[in-house]
């Protein structure tokens, strides 16, 4: 068997307006659009993964979430412009990640990093 992909659903109620969300702050395009759920995607080619965590390191909580990014900076400061809640701030952590918390509009938290 082969994992081809692994897609997290996340819950909102006007999924359009989350979507906008994704797309102003990561760059992602959609790729399907039905109203009651939106996709979207990287045109990037990933490793399909899950984590299992205790906590999210640092003392924080486990986020529902985690995306990498080339830049993390650039989102960063892209998250501060759009207002987003940052709930933890950005971060240079000992295991090699550059990251920081954001609440998304469904108030999931998501963990975003570069590796240093």
């Known amino acids: 068997m082969v994992v081809k ?3 997290p659903n996340f819950t909102h109620n006007d999924p359009v307006e989350a ?3 994704y797309q ?12 009651w759920i939106v996709s979207l ?4 080619a990933t ?4 984590s299992v965590a205790s906590q999210g390191g640092s003392g924080t909580a486990v986020p529902s979430v985690s995306i990498e990014v080339d830049n993390v900076d650039r989102v960063y400061e892209k998250a501060l412009k759009l207002g987003a809640d940052i709930v ?3 971060t240079d952590e000992d295991w090699g990640v550059r990251r920081f918390y954001v609440r998304d509009p469904s108030g999931m938290i998501l963990n975003v990093l570069s590796h240093m």
């Open 19 to 21: 979507a906008r969300f």
């Open 24 to 35: 102003s702050l990561f760059d992602l395009d959609i790729v399907m659009d039905h109203g």
């Open 88 to 90: 933890y701030d950005i």
């Open 5 to 7: 992909r692994i897609v």
């Open 41 to 44: 995607a990287s045109k990037e």
């Open 47 to 50: 490793t399909p993964q899950i």
